[in-house]
């Protein structure tokens, strides 16, 4: 079965702190793995890809596949960070049907 | 930047009503998907939709559920007999071609079916 798993449904921390969100997956085949973000009141947006290797507003995220894990990570958080944020795996080939987790919520306080 | 496009923001409706949810995607899109969203809940794939037919659905997308892009630049949800538990967050989301990685969502329609 294909799932995600986000475990911190909130995850609270000071400016400049660093920031790990987590997240572990059970997909069959070897997906694409995503992270998408959704700000206050807004869309969810592509936050970054794993294919691509970027660096997205100092976000990065690193696949183990051993442990089948795709954790997001900031080492100094911002303010303007403050959202939701979505690990999304993905069939690489077809239709890319993408399975979210249910999100971790990010708090960065001043 | 392109966005795509979906309206109404916010839709009330009667249980048993039909509702239609629209949907404006990127224009030189070609892979067009619905998602929702229950409040507290994790976003769910409803659809996927290419080449004026669906390429996959979910459980959750049964015989009340439909999907149509009717003149070429619309992606339409209908929703034909509406019940309480569809109330949620509906997404449209597009991407260009097959090799691309990621989608573009839209911001989505709030139904609340009372």
């Known amino acids: 079965a294909q799932r995600v798993t986000q475990p911190e449904k909130l995850l609270s921390v000071f400016k400049g702190a660093p920031v790990e969100l987590k997240c572990n997956y059970s997909?069959?085949?070897?997906?694409?793995l995503f992270w998408y973000v959704q700000y206050s009141r807004q869309r969810l947006q592509l936050l970054l890809r794993?294919?691509s290797r970027e660096s997205i507003k100092g976000f990065t995220a690193d696949l183990n596949k051993g442990e089948t894990s795709f954790h997001l990570k900031k080492p100094f958080a911002q303010e303007e960070d403050s959202a939701m944020y979505y690990c999304?795996?993905?069939?690489?080939?077809?239709?890319?049907?993408?399975?979210f987790g249910t999100g971790t919520r990010l708090l960065v306080s001043p | 930047e392109p966005e795509v496009t979906q309206t109404p923001s916010h839709q009330v409706t009667q249980m048993g009503q039909e509702v239609i949810l629209r949907c404006v995607p990127i224009?030189?899109?070609?892979?067009f998907y619905w998602y929702r969203q229950i409040l507290g809940q994790k976003v769910e794939f409803l659809v996927s939709?290419?080449?004026?037919?669906?390429?996959?659905k979910s459980e959750i997308f049964d015989d009340q559920f439909s999907v149509e892009r009717p003149d070429g630049s619309n992606f339409t949800l209908k929703i034909r007999s509406t019940k309480l538990e569809d109330s949620a967050m509906y997404f449209c989301?597009?991407?260009?071609?097959?090799?691309?990685?990621?989608?573009?969502f839209g911001s989505g329609t709030r139904l609340t079916v009372v």
């Open positions: 989301a597009s991407r260009p071609t097959q090799q691309y990685y990621g989608y573009t």
């Open positions: 997909y069959s085949g070897s997906p694409e």
């Open positions: 794993h294919i």
């Open positions: 999304a795996p993905g069939r690489v080939t077809g239709f890319q049907k993408l399975v």
């Open positions: 224009s030189n899109h070609l892979y």
């Open positions: 939709f290419y080449n004026n037919e669906i390429s996959e």
